[in-house]
């Protein structure tokens, strides 16, 4: 994370548009949910600083598509339910099958209420 190649966050950022473009063609009544899921606290804070320009530009896109599109972006990285339990990662960045069931419990409440 230590470098930004532009070149290849424009070229994942035309796929991400046509994917979009194709959702929408196919069934324009879709649903489309934009989700960020959280890694152990640990890692969060060690990846922090380096992830700042990152998350602009992220930022900065999802800001674009959503003037041609419409979705909903759900961030769960600061889920305090999830990232402060160890025993819910299979490693600092990967959730483990009780940490799946944990998150996907999370997603629901926040989609379905």
Same mark, same amino acid.
């Given at each position: 994370i230590k470098n930004?190649?532009? @070149?290849t966050i424009k070229e994942n950022q035309r796929y991400l548009e046509a994917l979009l473009e194709l959702l929408k063609q196919i069934n324009p009544e879709v649903e489309i949910y934009f989700t960020l899921i959280p890694k152990y606290v640990e890692v969060e804070a060690m990846e922090a600083e380096q992830m700042l320009k990152? /998350?602009? *530009? #992220? #930022? $900065? *896109?999802?800001?674009?598509?959503? /003037? @041609?599109f419409e979705f909903t972006f759900l961030d769960f990285k600061e889920c305090s339910n999830i990232k402060y339990n160890r025993n819910y990662f299979n490693d600092a960045n990967h959730l483990n099958y009780y940490g799946?069931? @944990?998150?996907? $419990?999370?997603? $629901?409440?926040? *989609?379905?209420?």
């Open positions: 930004v190649f532009d @070149k990152h /998350k602009s *530009i #992220f #930022f $900065n *896109i999802l800001d674009d598509l959503s /003037k @041609k799946a069931i @944990k998150f996907t $419990n999370e997603l $629901n409440r926040m *989609i379905f209420g």
